[in-house]
């Protein structure tokens, strides 16, 4: 009896210990997602303006691209998200949304020029998000999720980078 009080503890303590742990990845995992939700939403809106406004025929494909491919991972985003319970914001964040107000405001070559400095350094961030979010996950339908926008992002890097060196703009170091 005594040893069945004890395995009782222990494992008490145990599922206590893995609950705590599952509850702060969650909190972490939540907080990714609202993130990616603002910022997926962000790279729709501005690759429909540099589909509009870019004079640069391969800033308006970057443009187009970026529409396309973040519109299919804000959908495979949006189930996941459902499981876990968050509820995903419905406009871009207050900064993306004055960045979106600037580049509104640019044109011709000064908006190409804008916009593609803005998604170096934003696919920089995101690819480094992701890729922190992917190795720190336990939650497997999330991990999945993001393995899959990382490895879209990492592409948009480098095209975004390839292009930059052609238009004379710096990018990080790889």
């Excluded at 589909?51 to 949006?78: C, I, S, W, Y």
């Amino acid at each position: 009896m005594k040893k069945l009080m004890i395995q009782s503890l222990v494992l008490g303590c145990a599922m206590g210990v893995v609950s705590v742990a599952a509850h702060a990845q969650s909190s972490a995992d939540k907080s990714f997602v609202k993130d990616a939700a603002e910022g997926g939403m962000a790279e729709v809106q501005l690759g429909k303006l540099a589909e509009q406004k870019a004079t640069n025929p391969d800033v308006k494909a970057f443009g187009h691209k970026m529409v396309v491919d973040h519109t299919r991972l804000n959908e495979k985003m949006k189930p996941v998200a459902e499981k876990m319970g968050v509820s995903l914001p419905s406009s871009p964040s207050m900064a993306q949304k004055a960045m979106y107000e600037d580049l509104k405001m640019k044109s011709g070559a000064n908006f190409d020029k804008a916009y593609i400095e803005a998604m170096v350094k934003d696919h920089h961030k995101d690819l480094n998000d992701f890729t922190n979010e992917y190795n720190s996950t336990q939650y497997m339908p999330l991990k999945n999720t993001v393995g899959e926008g990382r490895t879209v992002i990492k592409q948009h890097t480098e095209m975004v980078d390839s292009l930059a060196k052609k238009m004379n703009i710096s990018v990080p170091n790889s």
